[in-house]
């Protein structure tokens, strides 16, 4: 295939973005997606900009290095890999691992901000938007944030009040209607699945 076919992947926080793209990714053969997500692009901790009770707000588009994962984008796009570093968020302590980017024919594209950026949304070929109700995210935040990243069950409810819903309201939900397909976590995505990698192969068989 000549041209590399970019797919993008958004939804709230904790909408089920990893879950979908695991399955996405047992379809095809490995050595032809790469996944490049948005959470290794995080600006370090300390630089993050903190709310009125000093608590660090990753929920913000400039939370992200938007220029560093554009650059690095267009990298994959006309074909070089990449290795990064991945992000520890708030275990300072835990060695980040390096995380090796081929530029494989299908690159997965994920994150939260992935239509908000225009540059970023102008890169891609297929816009995906994963549609969940709010009790199923709080719920998955609450069990995300407590094993991958150390909060406890207060921060991850203020930081869910206070810094995910507004931004999923300003940032994330009103680009909703860009996508090409609006998939609901309901009960499953295997016809989702079904549908998107019959495209897939169609695009690049």
Do not use: C
């Not at 399955?23 to 490995?30: D, G, S």
């Not at 948005?38 to 400039?62: A, C, S, T």
């Not at 950026?117 to 719920?139: H, N, Q, R, S, V």
């Amino acid at each position: 295939m000549s041209a590399r076919l970019l797919i993008g992947i958004t939804g709230g926080s904790g909408s089920g973005k990893t879950h979908f793209l695991k399955k996405l990714m047992e379809t095809l053969p490995e050595e032809d997606m790469s996944l490049f997500s948005m959470d290794n692009y995080y600006f370090p901790i300390h630089l993050q900009e903190k709310d009125e009770n000093g608590v660090e707000n990753f929920d913000r588009p400039e939370s992200i290095d938007r220029a560093r994962f554009f650059e690095d984008l267009k990298k994959l796009k006309s074909g070089q890999s990449l290795t990064i570093r991945e992000y520890n968020f708030n275990y300072l302590s835990k060695e980040r691992q390096q995380i090796h980017i081929p530029a494989a024919p299908i690159i997965i594209v994920e994150g939260l901000f992935t239509f908000y950026f225009d540059e970023i949304a102008d890169l891609i070929d297929l816009k995906l938007y994963i549609d969940t109700p709010d009790y199923l995210m709080l719920k998955r935040r609450i069990l995300r944030d407590a094993e991958e990243r150390g909060y406890d069950l207060s921060d991850v409810l203020y930081r869910y009040e206070h810094h995910v819903t507004p931004a999923f309201h300003q940032y994330i939900e009103p680009y909703r209607h860009t996508a090409d397909l609006i998939i609901p976590n309901h009960k499953n995505f295997d016809t989702a699945v079904d549908v998107i990698t019959a495209y897939i192969r169609r695009k690049t068989g």
